[in-house]
Every structure is written in structure tokens, then in C-alpha cells.
């Protein structure tokens, strides 16, 4: 049924048109009418209408000041015009306003009048048409265009300007483009083309999802409707919220804001390295662009790194390769190199290292078995986060190294210590530890101090100072960065601290 709204301040001019259309048992219907332009425009803000019958001259708002605001509220509206005024300029205004039809009440029939809703009607379906079409060919164009980005077949902006040429133009992506990466934490992602826009948000006027590896989404949208940046960051905020109640995630990438199609390349990329830097994050973390690093690791730091590890492998207990390879996982999560899958393999290869270093110390050369191969292989490449990949590495490690006379500690004390290793950086506290492994803290720190020879705070003490002469020795961070890493919010107590453990 295609619906008609009319508004005329003339109630015979409304009943008349009513009747007439009522008459013709076609597929019109009158869905509603107003007397003044005010009253029709806040009726159609909520409403679902094909044609507005309009007249020119009413009190209040006239039709040529109603005109523009109805195709705001309504793009593609069929808008016929009715005056008792001839006067050519009016017919140049209705028409430049998108007014489609224009009639004298003077001379306006039944048949004209029915003539032309169905004139108009037919053009509607036409146009309806064509937008379907040009939609499903915006959607391929967005398709193939982020697959190549993705399958890195385009490299750069000027690759992707003279690809995007060979493809149909996008009739959206005017303004306010940007592009949103979802990690899913499973392959069963979902897929959001069939929900309506406007369930995801109000501000949404266009969205195409490209499924990429099968468990990363990403979803190239727009809200051209806004101007103002506030308003805009408002409503993705809005818009995230949604996602991350109805998909199951493990982290998400935002890019910036574009205002054109052309930048499809940039947005597409940003969205990449947001959602990757989840990976040395924790769960359910949100990245945008302005918070990433995606810093290269400085391959001199990385061959010191193994170096300083396969050392430690050869003559050290396995606390202490631990403790290094801790450090090592940190270095990674401050750099947050965005090839995550570089970052896997280089564990991997350590990994083999390290046990054929362990192998030539025993003098028992046993290979570890295919099968714990794959299987370490498998738990790599289904990390998600840099978490699991360093939970794989240890646990790998600890089933075939060969400790050097490990010193024993009581269960309590050794869950405290692996509690510290894993929070140092935390400014933890003797009762936070307690707690995390429930044990009363007076008495941990009785039996801590027994077993070890220190305090708490100095054990903890001494594993920061250990971790800040390490970056000193290996990294390019000033002092003060480190100090702030290592949780010191007074740079002068930790210069203390570090110049006290450096004369010993």
C-alpha cells in the first residue's frame, strides 16, 4: 500500500482529495493530514509516508518553507504541490525544493489527480530499483576493495585510488567514514547485514561487513548525518556498546575519521593495527587508533634478548630463565608489534632453542615427541592474546628443562612468588598477595621472609630493580619511563632504590 499524507489548511480541499483516492480502490491510501505546515511536519517526523500532498499558501509555515525540511525527514518523498496562484516563480521554487508535481486548485481533477500519484508511484519502484542494485554493487565494491587491503594486494594509497577506479563508486561514504575491527572468539561470527541499521545505531547511514581469516569482522561504516566530532565519537560509543552485547568478542579496533570514500585504504589499515594491539591487551579491550604504537622491534634489543635467554638456559635454575622470559613478554607487550603472527613464530623458534640448549647441558639428546610438537604449534596459532601465548611457552618449557639445583620453597611461599612474577609491575602488596592465593598475610609474610631470607616488599623490591637494569641495558627508555612502568610515581625514590641495588 503506498501511503499519502496531506496538508492543506482547506478542509473541503482534504476532503475531496480523500474521497477521491478512497474511491479508486487502488493500492493509496490517505495515512494521515494536517491543516498547517507545523503540525504536518511533526507528524511526518514518525511516520513511514510515500507522497505528501502540500499546499503553498497556509498560515504559519508555507509549502515552499515546509518543502526543504520534508526531504530532510523523508529523502526520496513524491511531493505534489497545490496553490490557487499561478505566479511562475512559486512553480520555480516548488520545483527546485523537489516538489515533483505542481497543480492549480482551480483546475485539478480526479483523473489528473490519480494520473499522477500513479506517475509518481511508478517512479518510486523504479528508483527503489536502482538504489537495491547500487547497494548490492556498494556492498561488492567494499568487499573486494578491503580484501585486497587485508591480503595486503594493495600496499598504499595510490594502489588503492587506481584499484578503487576499476570498481562501481559507492553511492555512501560521503562523510564521517570510519571502520571498526572485531576479534571474535570463535568462527562462528555473526553476521549483521540483515539487522536493520538502525538497531545498531540511530546515527548509522550506511554499514558493509567484510568476514576476514574467519574470526575477524570488519565493518566499514558511516554517519554522514553529524557534524559535530563530539556528537560523532558519542555515537560510536553507542554504537560499540551494542556490538559488545550481542557479539562475542575478545577485543575490538576503531580507526579514524575520514570524510571520503578515497580513504577507504587508511581507515581499513588503522582499524588493523587498533585490533591487533588487543593481542597485548586484556579481554574485551576497545583500541582506537590514537592509542596504538605498533612500534618495529629493534631487531639489535631482540638478538640481545635471545641471547641473554639461551645464556640464562645454560647455566641457570628455572626460576631465573623465567623471570627472563617474563621480561622478554614484556618487552613485546610495550612495543606491540602488529604482525602477531611474526610475534608467534619468534617464540616458537625460541621455544626449540632453549630445548636444544637444555638437551646439550643433560647430554640427553630426547627430541620432544611429534605430537607435543603439533600440539604447541596448534596453542599458538589459536592465541588470542599474548597471554595464552606466554601461559604455552612456560608450560612447554617446564615439562622438558633441566633445573640447576632449584631452591624449594613451601607451596605458599612458591604461589606467592609466581603471584609476584606475574604483578610486579603492579605495586602489589603483601595482602593483595595473600588474598590471590588465600593465605593470611602476617603469616605468609612470616613464612616468606623464613624461606627466602627477605622481606616481601624487598623480594618484590629487588625483581623491579633486576627488570629496571634489564631495560636500562636493553631498551631506549629513559629512566623515568622506566620508573613509571615498574609503577614509581616519584622518580627520586626510585633513583634511590636503583642506585642502592646497582653498589651492592
Not at 200 to 219: G, P, Q, R
Not at 243 to 253: D, P, V
Amino acid at each position: 500500500m503506498i501511503k499519502i499524507f496531506i496538508i492543506d489548511d482547506e478542509i473541503p480541499i482534504r476532503q475531496w482529495i480523500r474521497f477521491c483516492i478512497e474511491r479508486s480502490g487502488s493500492c493509496f491510501q490517505v495515512a494521515g493530514e494536517a491543516s498547517n505546515g507545523e503540525a504536518g511536519l511533526k507528524a511526518l517526523e514518525n511516520m513511514d509516508i510515500d507522497i505528501v500532498i502540500l499546499d503553498i499558501m497556509m498560515p504559519g509555515l508555507n509549502g515552499l518553507e515546509v518543502l526543504p525540511k520534508l526531504s530532510q525527514i523523508h529523502p526520496g518523498l513524491g511531493i505534489i504541490m497545490l496553490t490557487n496562484f499561478a505566479e511562475f516563480e512559486y512553480i520555480q521554487k516548488a520545483v527546485r525544493n523537489g516538489a515533483r508535481e505542481y497543480f492549480l486548485k482551480s483546475e485539478i481533477t480526479e483523473e489528473s489527480l490519480m494520473a499522477c500519484l500513479n506517475k509518481i508511484a511508478a517512479s518510486q519502484k523504479q528508483n527503489s530499483l536502482l538504489l537495491n542494485l547500487s547497494s548490492e554493487a556498494e556492498s561488492q565494491t567494499v568487499r573486494l576493495l578491503c580484501e585486497q587491503i587485508l591480503r595486503h594486494t594493495i600496499t598504499s594509497q595510490k594502489q588503492f585510488l587506481e584499484t578503487a577506479n576499476k570498481y562501481p563508486r559507492p553511492l555512501s561514504y560521503t562523510k564521517n567514514l570510519f571502520v571498526v575491527g572485531i576479534r571474535c572468539l570463535s568462527e562462528d561470527i555473526v553476521h549483521l547485514d540483515p539487522i536493520p541499521l538502525s538497531d545498531i545505531s540511530e546515527h548509522l547511514t550506511a554499514m558493509h561487513s567484510v568476514v576476514y581469516n574467519k574470526t575477524d569482522l570488519f565493518l566499514v561504516c558511516e554517519m554522514n548525518k553529524l557534524t559535530s566530532q563530539l556528537m560523532i565519537f558519542h555515537s560510536i560509543a553507542g554504537m560499540l556498546r551494542w556490538l559488545c552485547s550481542h557479539i562475542s568478542y575478545a577485543y575490538l579496533g576503531i580507526s579514524n575519521i575520514y570524510q571520503s570514500f578515497s580513504d577507504l585504504y587508511h581507515g581499513l589499515s588503522e582499524a588493523l593495527i587498533s585490533l591487533n594491539s588487543g593481542f597485548y591487551k586484556k579481554p574485551a579491550s576497545i583500541t582506537y587508533i590514537y592509542e596504538t604504537k605498533d612500534e618495529t622491534l629493534d631487531p639489535n634489543i631482540l638478538n640481545s634478548c635471545s641471547r641473554d635467554i639461551l645464556n640464562i638456559a645454560k647455566t641457570c635454575p628455572f626460576e631465573e630463565l623465567e623471570k627472563g622470559l617474563y621480561q622478554l613478554f614484556d618487552y613485546f607487550r610495550s612495543s606491540r608489534p602488529s604482525d602477531i603472527q611474526s610475534v608467534k613464530d619468534y617464540f616458537l623458534e625460541l621455544v626449540y632453542l632453549i630445548h636444544s640448549v637444555t638437551m646439550s647441558n643433560s647430554l640427553q639428546f630426547q627430541f620432544l615427541d611429534k605430537s607435543v610438537h603439533t600440539e604447541f604449534r596448534k596453542r599458538l596459532s589459536e592465541s588470542i592474546y599474548l597471554d595464552d601465548v606466554q601461559k604455552a611457552v612456560l608450560e612447554l618449557i617446564g615439562r622438558f628443562y633441566v633445573p640447576q639445583n632449584p631452591v624449594k620453597f613451601s607451596m605458599p611461599v612458591t604461589d606467592a612468588i609466581s603471584y609476584i612474577k606475574g604483578h610486579y609491575c603492579e605495586n602489589i602488596t603483601l595482602k593483595e598477595t595473600a588474598d590471590a592465593i588465600h593465605m593470611n598475610a602476617d603469616y605468609l609474610g612470616r613464612l616468606f621472609k623464613k624461606e627466602t631470607g627477605i622481606s616481601f616488599n624487598a623480594y618484590v623490591t629487588n625483581m623491579k630493580m633486576e627488570y629496571a637494569s634489564y631495560l636500562i641495558s636493553n631498551t631506549n627508555l629513559k629512566k623515568y619511563e622506566i620508573a613509571e612502568k615498574l609503577g614509581f610515581t616519584n622518580f627520586s625514590y626510585f633513583s634511590r632504590l636503583y642506585s642502592a641495588y646497582k653498589s651492592r
